[in-house]
């Protein structure tokens, strides 16, 4: 069965420090793995996807996540982080076997310090 | 890029009132659409997957009589919340995506809060 944890309920970063938001996955194939964000009261909106190709991925507002097939990860990264990225984190896992079922983890509540 | 539009974003309601949540996809055809729940501080709980012009397909433990689903169209999913009751408060959002493919994002709506007194 496929699934996808992310460990850090919270993580707290001063503007202009690079960002890290973790996630780790279990597939029974080849992942499918995605990094949506969700701002209070509203939906979420997709940042990035990994496919195939390179392990390095670039998405929306400057994020980038890099795909770790040995230690499955697929972690979130941006070089400077700006106070309005403060917001909610979804990592989340489809695998290419298991049809159309998204997984999603449980959220990292990003606080970016002025 | 694709937009999916979810009405009412909110609802304020009295027990035993049944309410219907649109979600419409407005530029591009959905063939799935995705209902999901979501509780304060907690991760989205997938309610129901819907293909268009079929039967939804609801997760374990979601009543189908009390949240019904609807995907007529290939841009447009209804659920109707039943009786609703103050425990079936919560955070709901829609998802579509276009194509029967697993590499393709899904795009969301705002959610709706609904509030029942």
């Known amino acids: 069965a496929q699934s996808v944890a992310q460990p850090e309920d919270q993580v707290n970063v001063a503007e202009g420090n690079p960002l890290t938001v973790k996630c780790t996955y279990s597939?029974?194939?080849?992942?499918?793995l995605f990094w949506y964000v969700q701002y209070p009261n509203r939906g979420l909106q997709f940042l990035l996807k990994y496919i195939t190709g390179d392990n390095l991925v670039k998405g929306s507002y400057g994020f980038e996540a890099e795909f770790n097939k040995s230690q499955t990860s697929f972690h979130l990264k941006k070089p400077s982080a700006l106070v309005s990225d403060s917001a909610l984190y979804f990592c989340?896992?489809?695998?290419?076997?298991?049809?159309?079922?998204?997984?999603f983890g449980a959220g990292t509540r990003l606080f970016v310090k002025a | 890029g694709a937009v999916v539009s979810q009405h009412p974003s909110w609802v304020i309601c009295k027990s035993g009132t049944s309410v219907k949540i649109e979600c419409r996809s407005l530029?591009?055809?959905?063939?799935?659409m995705f209902w999901y729940r979501q509780f304060p501080k907690q991760s989205l709980m997938l309610m129901a997957t819907s293909n268009e012009g079929s039967k939804a397909t609801y997760e374990q433990g979601v009543e189908k009589d009390k949240f019904l689903i609807n995907h007529a169209s290939l841009t447009l999913s209804t659920l109707t919340v039943t009786s609703a009751h103050p425990e079936d408060s919560s955070f709901y959002i829609c998802s579509a995506r276009e194509q029967r493919h697993p590499n393709q994002p899904q795009h969301f709506g705002d959610g709706t809060r609904l509030s029942i007194l």
């Open positions: 989340a896992v489809r695998d290419d076997g298991g049809g159309f079922k998204t997984i």
């Open positions: 597939v029974s194939g080849n992942p499918y």
């Open positions: 530029d591009f055809q959905a063939t799935t």
